[in-house]
């Protein structure tokens, strides 16, 4: 039971980042839409007849129609560090779902610019809150030795949001026309949502934070239902044991402030969560995933394959290669994943502006498959490592008190580097062109660099261990604990 309760509890609370894919997924190709196009003014009537023209303002509000949705993320996680602490994990994750389901209807039924934006910025705010929540919860829930694969069921669900996406279009675009057609993608968002609402019924409340809010007998209950064994079982009580004792500690030194994030003991956890969030935009993957298919219509590809074959064989190659990475982040470890990942993703970038360069120094159509290749190979080494790595490496490293607020701000420099990329990348490729896949290529082995030289492998510890891979707590904390007379030993009589 214990096992199968783990994994339910997982799976419900991933559904989280299965709206966030089925977002990543599904603007893509609505923003090629006609029907959409002519009513928010990214496309013109043709006076010549045939389908209507790409309008002079379609970057600037192709961009813009992404970027609301982006800044809404960077608020609704930036929220998640008081959220998660002062209501609590699952209701934060709950919250998202209903600032995501309202985000979703206003986009649905948008009559114009104003009220689509409005829907996105809510929307994102959403997939903000849930992206730092549901990974926080998580690691609080999973056991030491599956944590990690646990943690990735959050990217899986994120890559299965984005597959389904892709497929609802696909069968859209050859069935239906007029607004219905976007309207419908839009709207088929909320059921998952909605889904998301009744699934929180079976979600418990993180032991760690009932422990932190005093409600020890809850804290135990819950511990030994996720565990499979009785409150009195010797390992549910090590693991209660240790909790209780870091909650000692800490209630010693008081609640952690935002300015304690960037302390001696915690600075450097805050710095591998930002710049690992950072280097994971980096790598280039949101900008496949939003512009996937005007990059294979550069490419010369016909518009049908570019914005709906091709598309869906990225997505579905994406889901299926986030398989593997849930078996290596525990079987390899973490830095490990994030050295060879950083890699391969440098050599598969540095491959597809190669192939492109050749196909048009060379004039041969023929090396564009060499390109999808290559960038194809990208998404699988993405999807193996840096993809699902990450969430579990922020998710872990934080102490009880810190956890949230580390989350929070680690989540938030992902989606203020994600809003960044998506903004500037059209900008790259206006004036670099296919040079621009060497920068995120550059990246890949820079972020490697990083993983190997910076990153201490956290797996097979506990939430607990982590002060002894990150060196001690604040002195603050030491030295509280010290005046108040806070002994460890005397947590073993709990």
Known sequence: MGRFYNYL????????????????????????????????????????????????????????????????????????????????????IFLGSILFTAGGAMQTVAPDIGVLYGGRVISGAGVGLMSAAVPLYISETAPTENRGRLISVYQLMVTFGILVASCVNAAILTTLTGELEWRLAMGIQIIPALILWLLIIVLPFSPRWLVMKGRDKGALRVLARLRNGSEQSAAVQSEFKAIKREDADERAAGSASWMELFQDGVRMRIFLGVVLQA?????????????????????GFAEFDASVTLVIINAAINFLATFPGMWLVERIGRKKLMVLGGIAMGLSHCCVCMMLGLAR???????????????????????????????????????????????????????AWNAIIAKITPTFFAHADYFTYLIFGGFGFLMSAFALFFVPETRGRSLEDMDQIFGRVPDRIHQKRVKNGVDNIAMEKI
Not at 369 to 386: D, E, N, P, R
């Open 279 to 299: 280097f994971q935009q980096w790598t280039g993957i949101n900008v496949v995933l939003y512009y996937a298919a005007k990059l294979f219509t550069d490419m």
């Open 9 to 92: 509890v997982t799976l419900a609370s991933a559904m989280g980042g299965f709206l966030f894919g089925y977002e990543i997924g599904i603007i893509d190709q609505i923003l090629h839409m006609d029907s959409f196009g002519l009513l928010f003014g990214l496309r013109v009537h043709n006076e010549t007849g045939g389908r209507p023209a790409i309008s002079p303002e379609y970057g600037d509000l192709a961009g813009w129609i992404t970027f609301t949705f982006l800044m809404g993320a960077v608020f609704g996680s930036a929220s998640a560090g008081f959220l998660c602490d002062f209501i609590g994990r699952r209701p934060s």
């Open 361 to 415: 120094l060379l004039n041969n159509k023929n090396l564009w498959w060499g390109a999808v290749v290559f960038l194809y190979i990208f998404t699988i080494a993405f999807a193996a490592s840096w993809g699902p790595v990450v969430w579990v490496y922020q998710s872990e490293i934080f102490s009880m008190s810190t956890r949230a607020k580390g989350t929070s701000l680690s989540t938030v420099s992902n989606w």
